[in-house]
């Protein structure tokens, strides 16, 4: 094995058992390994026996609706990256595109004409 790294999440809970605090880090983080706070996180694990995927997705009390929406924003172009790295698949991966900047104009992130020039 050439190396290992690490990555941590923390979750407080609230007496109610949601989440408060949310902190992680990573061993090859550059900027340190102190934990670092977030407001949400979603993670997906694809198991290579079931073939199933497998998700946690957080978020605390704190989280405000635009910042949701932000981070689904992100979160669905970033899959659509990540999509056409691993499959070549230009088409799909531009209707995946498509669909984040769609919900980019719906929710206020991006101006309708950004979204109008881009296309």
Not at 17 to 39: F, R, T, V
Request: charged share 25%; glycine share 4%; proline share 3%.
């Amino acid at each position: 094995m050439q190396g290992k790294s690490t990555i941590q999440i923390d979750v407080e809970l609230d007496d109610n058992k949601h989440p408060d605090k949310i902190y992680w880090s990573a061993s090859d983080n550059p900027q340190g390994n102190e934990p670092i706070a977030c407001k949400a996180f979603l993670l997906s694990v694809f198991d290579e026996v079931s073939a199933d995927t497998f998700r946690i997705d957080l978020w605390t009390s704190k989280l405000q609706v635009a910042e949701m929406d932000r981070l689904m924003f992100q979160t669905f172009k970033s899959m659509a990256d990540t999509y056409f790295k691993a499959t070549n698949n230009h088409e799909l991966a531009n209707v995946m595109h498509n669909f984040a900047m769609y919900f980019g104009e719906q929710t206020g992130i991006v101006p309708k004409e950004e979204n109008e020039n881009l296309s």
